[in-house]
Nanobody
Framework: QVQLVESGGGLVQAGGSLRLSCAAS????????MGWFRQTPGKEREFVAA????????YYADSVKGRFTISRDNAKKTVYLQMNSLKPEDTAVYYC????????????????WGQGTQVTVSS
């Protein structure tokens, strides 16, 4: 079955860095664009970054542009999110997802999701 497993979350001080990983299985990974989203309690899940399956073109939310970098390793079936210069407002549960169809910025465009990994940034 299709599975996505995130890892790499944790507690970090403001200004620090973390690298999230998302290991995929059950699909031909190179054929799919991938996305990262995040969610805090009481709020909707919001787009963070996406990477296409061809040419690895990247897209970012304005709030993370210049600080976060999404990348993929098709041989390892893994997508990464390098997060630098972290801020307390980056605190959230981070999810990766397989893109199915449509605009990369919307949750409805993704059909399979991981269980999430908690990122907490202290001030």
């Amino acid at each position: 079955q299709v599975q996505l497993v995130e890892s790499g979350g944790g507690l970090v001080q403001a200004g620090g860095s973390l690298r999230l990983s998302c290991a995929a299985s059950g699909r031909t990974f190179p054929n799919y664009a991938m996305g990262w989203f995040r969610q805090t309690p009481g709020k909707e899940r919001e787009f963070v970054a996406a990477i296409t399956q061809v040419l690895s073109k990247t897209y970012y939310a304005d709030s993370v542009k210049g600080r976060f970098t999404i990348s993929r390793d098709n041989a390892k079936k893994t997508v990464y999110l390098q997060m630098n210069s972290l801020k307390p407002e980056d605190t959230a549960v981070y999810y990766c997802a397989f893109h199915y169809s449509g605009d990369y910025y919307f949750t409805d465009s993704y059909d399979y999701w991981g269980q999430g990994t908690q990122v907490t940034v202290s001030s």
